[in-house]
């Protein structure tokens, strides 16, 4: 995972609640082996619709998705996760994200950021009325700003998941911090067979 500190860029108004992993990713998409090449089944069957979000020329190349209340919810697939990133998005915001799927983006380095229900109905108002508006989420302070419309706000990260995104750790990063005290009990450790 790499190091997350800074995401700057403008974004992708998605005005939908409720938007389950099974309309991020849908199941069909589930077969591939490897964690590329999701981002063309993002938001699939919608995208047959020219009129749907991601189809709209003006948003090309965001960096940052803006969803509604509930976002992530029902199956606990992390390809939910890997499609939003392997399109593009660094970070995704919403009034709330289910908490298995909040979890799969902290593992894999796609930054969460909650913010109050007023707050995310002017992002999603404000990004569809101009495009390119600039928003930067700030690991580092926990906060979100987007100095067009004078809106800067703080959201909820823990300290853990903080030091995990600025670091570029996911699990296995984290494990390999204590290599050395696990390689001295593997060396030390008295064998079950030995007793």
């Known amino acids: 995972m790499e190091a997350v500190r ?42 047959d619709d ?12 965001a960096s940052i998705l803006i969803g509604g209340p509930n ?5 606990s697939r992390e390809h939910a996760v890997w499609a939003i990133m392997d399109h593009g998005f660094q970070a995704v915001i919403s009034p709330r994200f289910a908490d298995i799927f909040r979890n799969n983006c902290t ?18 108002d404000a990004v569809e009325a101009d495009p390119t508006l600039e928003l ?4 580092d302070r926990r906060t979100l700003e987007a100095p067009a419309i004078g809106l800067t706000c703080e959201f909820p990260l823990d300290d853990a998941t903080r030091e995990r995104f600025l670091e570029g750790l996911d699990d296995i990063g984290i494990t390999l911090r204590s290599a050395d ?3 001295t009990y593997e060396r030390d450790r008295r064998p079950a067979w030995a007793n």
Do not use: M
């Open 71 to 75: 976002f992530g919810t029902g199956s």
């Open 136 to 139: 930067t989420i700030d690991v």
């Open 6 to 47: 800074i995401v700057t860029g403008t974004a992708v108004p998605l005005d939908r609640s409720d938007v389950d992993t099974d309309q991020i990713i849908p199941a069909e998409w589930l077969k591939r082996v490897e964690r590329t090449g999701f981002g063309q089944g993002l938001f699939a069957s919608w995208r």
């Open 107 to 124: 593992k894999n380095g796609l930054v969460p950021v909650v913010v109050p229900p007023d707050v995310g109905r002017q992002l999603l």
């Open 50 to 61: 020219r009129s749907f979000v991601l189809n709209d020329e003006r948003f090309v190349g």
């Open 181 to 183: 005290a696990i390689d």
